[in-house]
């Protein structure tokens, strides 16, 4: 089993940023790939990044290309998102997910899924 625990959510402004964290404890060391989502109300879950954690490879939803940025600490067992240039549309919950699967992008290959936590951006 893997634990995943997040943190860093919060209130800002437009224009402002945020930076998310994801601890893992558990059986994390045959894990593929760990990622973050997010589900705004009334809509369905979607991808936001994702890394590699072995190699750091990473991908991003085409909405957050060039202001998030997906990294790991392996040593700590911990991904962060920063989240820079925040928009109104970026409010959600977000999610923390672990995977030991290939296509870390898809949302159903994740087996293990954090608590959430809520970001909110004022207009």
């Known amino acids: 089993q893997v634990q995943l625990v997040e943190s860093g959510g919060g209130l800002v402004q437009a224009g402002g940023s945020l930076r998310l964290s994801c601890a893992a404890s558990?059986?994390?060391?045959?894990?593929?790939?760990m990622g973050w989502f997010r589900q705004a109300p009334g809509k369905e879950r979607e991808f936001v990044a994702g890394?590699?954690?072995?190699?750091?490879?990473?991908r991003y939803a085409d909405s957050v290309k060039g202001r998030f940025t997906i990294s790991r600490d392996n040593a700590k067992n911990t991904v962060y998102l920063q989240m820079n240039s925040l928009k109104p549309e970026d409010t959600a919950v977000y999610y923390c997910?672990?995977?030991?699967?290939?296509?870390?992008?898809?949302?159903?290959?994740?087996?293990?899924w954090g608590q959430g936590t809520q970001v909110t951006v004022s207009s």
């Open positions: 890394i590699m954690l072995s190699g750091g490879n990473t």
């Open positions: 997910a672990a995977t030991y699967g290939y296509s870390y992008y898809l949302s159903n290959e994740y087996n293990y």
């Open positions: 558990g059986r994390t060391f045959s894990l593929f790939a």
